[in-house]
C-alpha cells in the first residue's frame, strides 16, 4: 500500500486487491488476504458490516442449504469454530442446534431427502417424528409434524460479527475506508482504477463483494446477472424467559426463530418492501402473519410483545446460489454476491476461498456452482422471451 | 412544501389528543369536516392538561392553578368535540404503510387500519432525561411523572421530595408539591443563578409567563424552601428504594435525605411517527434535536402531512393550541377551502413571539452541556438493556464510531422497549463528545416500527392459521 | 411498604384486587402503578440487572411499569386503571414458573 500523491484534495492509493463492499463476505477475504500478507484497500459505501451482513436474522446453519454450497457451508462451520480467535469476540455465536419443522407429510418427506442427501457431506442430520419432537421441544405447538435436526448449527448476533470482521482485517493491516461509495471503475490493461468521491485506489486485481448491487459493478465489466432485491422481513421481542433452546426454520419458507442468552426471540418471515435503493421496511401484512404463524408455533409468545421490526436489501439470484469466483470478461477481477438472503454462515469462507483465488490461483473447496458465466445461456433465454412478449 | 388540494375524500387525521391535536379538531369541525381523532389516553388534554379519572372531585384551580382556564377551555373543547369527530380514544398508532395507519386500540388489543390523505401529528413530548447514579431507583421519577402522579392520582412520589435538573417545570411542580401539602426538601437547578438574570431581559417579552416563573419561586422561597443553583445531580442513593439524592455544586458534595425524587432538563418531541411518515429532519439548535421540519403553517415535507404542537419542537402549550389551529388552517386551505387569513396571521405572530421567549428560556435553564463530560462510568445509561455510560464511552472509542444508529448497533442502546426515548439524547451527548463533533454530526437513532410495544395478541385469528398456509415459500433467510 | 403517598380524593369508593395472591384495597381511579406502590415499593424487576423497579415517566414511554395479570398477560401499570378483582403479579407466579431460591 503506497500513497502515491495527493493532487489536490484527492487522496491516491496503490494497493495489491481492491475491495468493494465491507459485508461479511468483503471483509473476511480482507481478514484472509492479510493473513496471507496480501495488501487490501476495502471500499464500504456505508458502514461495514452495517447493511444485510449486520441487520440479517443471524443464522449460521448448514441444514436446508443447496447442495452445491454445502461444501463451502461444511468450510464455514470450522472457520465458526474458532471465531474469537479470528475475530476477538465470541459474537454471541451459539451451537444451539437447527432444527427445521414439517408441517405435513410433504414437509416431512422433503426432509428426509435432504438428510439423505447431506450425509453424503457428512453432515448428519435427525429426523424427529412428531412423539420426539413433542419430547425434546415441548415448546413447540402440535401443529408441527416433525422436524429434522441438526446439533452444531446454531446462530450469532450479525450486528457484532459483521463488523467484527472488518475490525479484524483492518487490525491485520486492512484499509478500510467506510462511507466511501464507488463511482466508477476502469481498467487501463494492467490496473484496476477505482474512483471515488475523495480518493482513488489502484490495483491489480479487484474483488467484487457489493452484494444486493454487486450485479452493477459485473455490470461495467459486461457480466449479466438476473439479481433482484428482496427485503425479509425481521421482528424481535421484548426479553422473555428462555424456552427457545434450538434456532428454528421451517421446510418450504415461511417463518424462522430463535431466542438470544438475553432472552430477546429474533424472527423473521415474509417480505418487507423497498423505500429507496438501499432501504426497506418491513411489510405490516407480512408482520401480521409473521406473528400469527409464530405465536401459532410457540405458545409461550402469547404473552409477548414485539419491540422492533426491520428489513434490508438481499440479493436473489433465481438459482438461489451467490456468484462466487473469477470473472469471465476481465483478468484481476473476481467476484462474491448475490447470496440470496442465506450469505451470513458461509460468508466466512467466501473470504478464504476468495484470498486463495488471488494468492494460490486455485481453490479446494469446489465453487463451479457459482459461476458468473452460468447465467449467459439463461439470459439470452429470458431476453428472447422478453422481446416475443413485448414486455418491456 | 406544496400539498395539493386534488381529491382529497377522506376526513383529516389527527394523532393526539392534546392542546393541538384538540384546536386541530375544533377548527376542522368548525369547517364542517368530522376528523378522526386518535389518542392513547382515555380523555382529552394530552399530558399537560391531562384530565383525572371519573369519580376525582379536586377542581381545576387545584390540578392546574393558572392555567385552570386554559385547562378548562381545553377539556370543554374536548367534551364538545365528543360527537362531532370520529374520536378513538385508548389507541396507539404503531406504524405506519403508505397511505394507511397501523393502529392498536390498547384496552382490546385490536388492530385496526386508518387510511389517510391528511394526517396532523401532534404527538407531544416526554421529559429529557440526563442520567445519573442510581437513577432507576423505585422512588426517582421524572418531572412529568411526579406532576402526574399529583394532577391524575392525587398522589404524591413520596412524602419527603427533591425536584431537580432545569426547566419551567422544575419550580411549577415544586410548587404544586408545597401546596399539597408535600414536604419538599430542595430545589436543584443545574443552571447558575446568574443565567436567570441574564435572560430575564429577554423574557420579559412574554410578561405573563415570566410573572408566573417569578411567583412561583418568590413564593417558595417565602416558605423557606431550599433551592440551590448550579446543582448537578451525582447520585440517587438506597438499596432497593430512594433513600437520599447527593449533588455537586461548586466544587462541593452535598446530601439530603428524600423519599421521592422527581428530575429533568426540559423536554424532548415524540417524532417516531414523523420518522417512519418519512418527513424530513433537520437539526434544531434551539431544541439540540434532530426535528421533522414544518413550515410557517406546519406542513411537513411531505405532502398531506403536518405537525402541530411539542412533537416538532418545543413551544409550551399556548403555542400548541396555536399550532393545531394554523395546522388545521393549512388542512383547509389544502383541500381548497377558504380560510381566515388575518387569523392565520395572527397565529403567525404568536408562534414568533413564542419562539423568541423560548430562546429566552433556554438561557435560563440551559442544557447542562458538561453532563457527558462528567457523567461517571458506572451510570446505567439505557434503562431498559442496562448498559452503562462506560460501555458506550468504550466502543465509541475502541470502533471509532461516529454514528448513532451504528453506537445502536454495537451498544443496544436504543434497542430496549422505550426504543431510546429515555436514554437516545444522552447517548448522543456522549458520542459527540467521545467522536469529537457536534451534537448534529453524531446523527438521531431512526425511529423503528412498532412505535410502542406491539403485543402478540393483535393476532387473536392466531388458531385459524393453517399450516399449510405459509408467508411466502421462500428459503430462509440467514 | 408503599412507595408513593396519597394526598387527596380519599373520597372514592375501595376495590378489591390481588397482588402477588394477596387481597388488597385500592380505590376506584387508581392506576395499576399507583394501586401497587401505596402497597409496596416496587412494580418489577429489570431482567438484566435483576433490580427493582418502579415506573419512571408515567406517561406510557418509558415502558418500565410493565406488570403480569394471572394469565400472564402484560399490562402498562402507570395506564391501566385497577378494577374490582383484577389479579397481578410483580413477584414470579408460583403456578407458572418455579421459583428459583428465596421468594423475593
Known sequence: MTDIHTPGSKRTLGTDVIIIGGGIVGASAALALRQKGVAVVLLERDFCGSRSSGINYGGVRRQGRLEAQLPLSQRAHHIWARLPELIGIDGEYVRSGHLKLGVNERDMASLENYAQMAARYELPLEILDQQSLRRRFPWISPTALGGSYCAEDGHANPRLVSPAFAHAARRRGAQIFDQTPVSSIEHDGQRFIVECPQLQVRAPLLINCAGAWGHRIAEWFDEQVPLQVSCPNMTVTEPLPLFMDASIGIEGGSIYARQVSRGNCVIGGGQGYTTSDTTARPGREAILELMKIASALFPALANAHLIRFWSGIEGNIPDRNPVVGPSHTTPGLFHGFGFCGAGFQIGPAVGEVLAELIDDGHTPTPIDAFAINRFSTASSTLMSTCIVSGDE | ?478 | MSLIKRVAEAQRPAVTFHLNGQPCQALAGDTLLTAILSQQSYLRRNEFSGQPRAGFCLMGACQDCWIKDAQGRSLRACSTLVEAGMSVWTDTQPSTVQPQGAAS
Not at chain 2, 392513547?40 to 399537560?48: C, F, H, V
Not at chain 2, 426547566?167 to 401539602?181: E, M
Not at chain 2, 442496562?386 to 443496544?412: P, Y
Not at chain 2, 431512526?446 to 406491539?454: D, E, G, S, T
Open chain 2, 1 to 478: 412544501m406544496s400539498h395539493a388540494a386534488s381529491l382529497t375524500t377522506l376526513p383529516p387525521v389527527i394523532v393526539g389528543a392534546g392542546p393541538a391535536g384538540i384546536r386541530a379538531a375544533e377548527t376542522l369541525v368548525r369547517a364542517g369536516l368530522r376528523p378522526v381523532l386518535i389518542d392513547e389516553a382515555a380523555k382529552g388534554g394530552g399530558q399537560i392538561y391531562r384530565q383525572q379519572p371519573d369519580g376525582f372531585q379536586r377542581p381545576a384551580k387545584a390540578l392546574y392553578g393558572f392555567e385552570a382556564s386554559r385547562a378548562e377551555a381545553i377539556h370543554a373543547s374536548w367534551r364538545a368535540l365528543l360527537d362531532q369527530v370520529d374520536y378513538r380514544p385508548h389507541t396507539l398508532v404503531w406504524n405506519s404503510e403508505g397511505d394507511e395507519l397501523d393502529l392498536l386500540q390498547v384496552r382490546d388489543q385490536h388492530y385496526d387500519g386508518q387510511p389517510w390523505q391528511q394526517l396532523i401529528l401532534a404527538t407531544g413530548a416526554t421529559d429529557r432525561i440526563l442520567p445519573f447514579s442510581g437513577w432507576t431507583l423505585p422512588g426517582v421519577y421524572t418531572l412529568g411523572a411526579a406532576q402526574i402522579a399529583l394532577k391524575y392520582q392525587a398522589t404524591a412520589i413520596g412524602s419527603r421530595v427533591v425536584f431537580a435538573g432545569t426547566g419551567p417545570l422544575l419550580y411549577l411542580i415544586a410548587y404544586q408539591y408545597a401546596k399539597a401539602g408535600v414536604e419538599v426538601a430542595a430545589v436543584l437547578d443545574s443552571a447558575p443563578f446568574s443565567a436567570k438574570w441574564q435572560a430575564s431581559a429577554s423574557m420579559l417579552r412574554n410578561p405573563p409567563v415570566f410573572a408566573k416563573g417569578l411567583w412561583y419561586l418568590g413564593w417558595l422561597k417565602a416558605r423557606g424552601i431550599r433551592i440551590e443553583y448550579d446543582a448537578h445531580l451525582l447520585a440517587a442513593s438506597g438499596e432497593q428504594r430512594l433513600d437520599g439524592v447527593r449533588w455537586r455544586q461548586q466544587g462541593q458534595e452535598h446530601q439530603l435525605d428524600c423519599e421521592g425524587l422527581g428530575f429533568g432538563y426540559a423536554l424532548r418531541s415524540e417524532t417516531q411517527l414523523a420518522d417512519i411518515l418519512d418527513c424530513r429532519f433537520a437539526f434544531d439548535e434551539l431544541n439540540r434535536a434532530w426535528l421533522p421540519v414544518r413550515d410557517a403553517m406546519g406542513r411537513s415535507s411531505r405532502d398531506g402531512v403536518y405537525l402541530a404542537g411539542d412533537g416538532a419542537g418545543i413551544m409550551g402549550a399556548d403555542a400548541a393550541e396555536w399550532a393545531g389551529e394554523l395546522a388545521a388552517l393549512a388542512v383547509l386551505q389544502d383541500r381548497g377551502m377558504s380560510v381566515d387569513r388575518a387569523r392565520i396571521h395572527q397565529l403567525q405572530q404568536q408562534l414568533q413571539r413564542t419562539r423568541q421567549f423560548r430562546e429566552a428560556l433556554e438561557g435560563a435553564f440551559p442544557f447542562p452541556e458538561q453532563w457527558a463530560h462528567e457523567v461517571a462510568d458506572d451510570v446505567v445509561l439505557c434503562r431498559c438493556e442496562n448498559v452503562t455510560v462506560g460501555e458506550v464511552r468504550a466502543l465509541i472509542g475502541e470502533l471509532s464510531l461516529q454514528d448513532m444508529n451504528r453506537l445502536k448497533a454495537h451498544s443496544r442502546v436504543g434497542m430496549g422497549r422505550c426504543q431510546g426515548r429515555m436514554c437516545g439524547l444522552a447517548a448522543t451527548e456522549l458520542l459527540a463528545i467521545g467522536s469529537g463533533q457536534s451534537v448534529a454530526d453524531a446523527g438521531r437513532l431512526r425511529a423503528q416500527a412498532p412505535v410502542k410495544p406491539l403485543p402478540y395478541a393483535i393476532t387473536p385469528t392466531v388458531q385459524q392459521w393453517s399450516p399449510s398456509l405459509s408467508v411466502a415459500e421462500e428459503a430462509e433467510h440467514d
